[in-house]
């Protein structure tokens, strides 16, 4: 079982090293980046300072924070309405609007549903020294998110992003199925994203399973831009605590930080080659330092 302890007011600087360890960087970036899936395990304690439970609530208290422009229910791909979970509050410019509600959130996560919170690299302390490792290495922007699920249920149906996507996992374990197919040079731009897709199309332009992976604390899970990953629900968990709750109580639940590297790129052509970042060749040479 990883540490459940209170690390809420403890955080340490984290590298871009660290994360992809045992790789090297100059491995990473000449036989992965941008070209294949791959699976890190990891020490249960190698995020333990980064983000956890308790760090999670801290979050989550704050609750003038968050909407639906930061805050996500989504349950068998579909993002659940606003108006499911929510109630009359005031926003933080003393704006009425519907908020969050804490208890039917809960009841939401118990029938299955995933929790995502949006934007948190400025947030939280170890998340903000993640997305800086991951900004210096890579040249891109890095936006870190936060996933929380409870059950073995689908949140979200197989699907691919615009971005690299590094998946860190903090509670639990979760399977992750990735497939063969790869979008070409996708984008988040209409007519190259995923929304622009039927799920029929998504359906058949996965590709046979390409790996199955069993995500538990510590490990990482790195996508290149354009991948089809799904994950397919919790496994196992156990740890204390509730969401805006400090009693004791044991769930099946999951919980992870994915940052997603977002590289610049213009649009203005059909060819894919018009779409597509340059090479690693700088972020590179990013990585001499030892410290890096």
Request: net charge negative; hydrophobic share 40%; with cysteine.
């Amino acid at each position: 079982m990883a540490d459940t302890g209170d690390h809420s007011g403890a955080s340490a600087d984290i590298t871009f090293r660290q994360i992809i360890s045992p790789f090297s960087p100059e491995e990473f970036f000449g036989t992965i980046w941008d070209q294949r899936a791959v699976h890190i395990p990891g020490a249960a304690e190698k995020f333990v300072h980064a983000f956890s439970w308790e760090e999670l609530n801290r979050l989550l208290n704050m609750s003038k924070l968050w909407s639906d422009r930061s805050m996500s229910i989504v349950i068998d791909g579909q993002i659940v309405d606003l108006a499911e979970y929510g109630r009359a509050g005031q926003t933080r410019e003393g704006n009425q609007a519907i908020m969050p509600d804490p208890e039917q959130i809960k009841l939401l996560l118990r029938r299955g549903a995933t929790m995502v919170l949006d934007l948190i690299e400025t947030l939280s302390p170890g998340v903000a020294t993640i997305s800086a490792a991951l900004q210096t290495a890579t040249g891109g922007v890095a936006v870190c998110n936060v996933y929380c699920s409870w059950r073995a249920h689908q949140g979200f149906t197989a699907h691919c992003d615009s971005t690299d996507v590094f998946a860190m996992h903090i509670e639990g374990s979760k399977i992750w199925r990735v497939y063969q197919g790869r979008a070409d040079n996708a984008v988040d731009i209409a007519g190259y994203d995923y929304a622009s897709f039927t799920p029929e199309h998504h359906a058949s332009a996965k590709g046979e399973l390409l790996e199955e992976v069993e995500m538990k604390p510590g490990d990482v899970l790195y996508l290149p831009k354009g991948a089809v990953p799904r994950g397919a629900g919790v496994q196992r968990c156990q740890f204390a605590s509730e969401l805006w709750d400090r009693t004791a109580h044991r769930h099946r639940c999951d919980l992870a930080a994915a940052a997603v590297v977002a590289r610049g790129v213009a649009v203005t052509e059909e060819s894919s080659s018009f779409r597509s970042a340059p090479g690693p060749s700088r972020a590179l040479a990013r990585h001499r330092g030892p410290n890096t």
